[in-house]
């Protein structure tokens, strides 16, 4: 069973550090997605909190 993306519509790019503010992936992870492995898509939703810390900061 595929990995649901974890895209929540809100589509706008921190400019400094490049992660979507909704879902915390880059573009290229968000453009790629489909074509990603399971494993590699655990990897990028396991990586959200250190990913939303460098948001916060």
Not at 10 to 21: A, H, I, Q, R, S
Not at 35 to 53: E, G, P, S, V
């Amino acid at each position: 069973m595929a990995i649901k993306s974890p895209c929540v519509d809100v589509c706008t790019f921190d400019g400094k550090t490049g992660l979507c503010v909704g879902c915390f992936r880059t573009r290229d992870e968000i453009r790629d997605w489909k074509k990603m492995t399971d494993h590699r898509r655990h990897q990028i939703i396991n990586d959200k909190f250190r990913r939303q810390a460098k948001l916060v900061r």
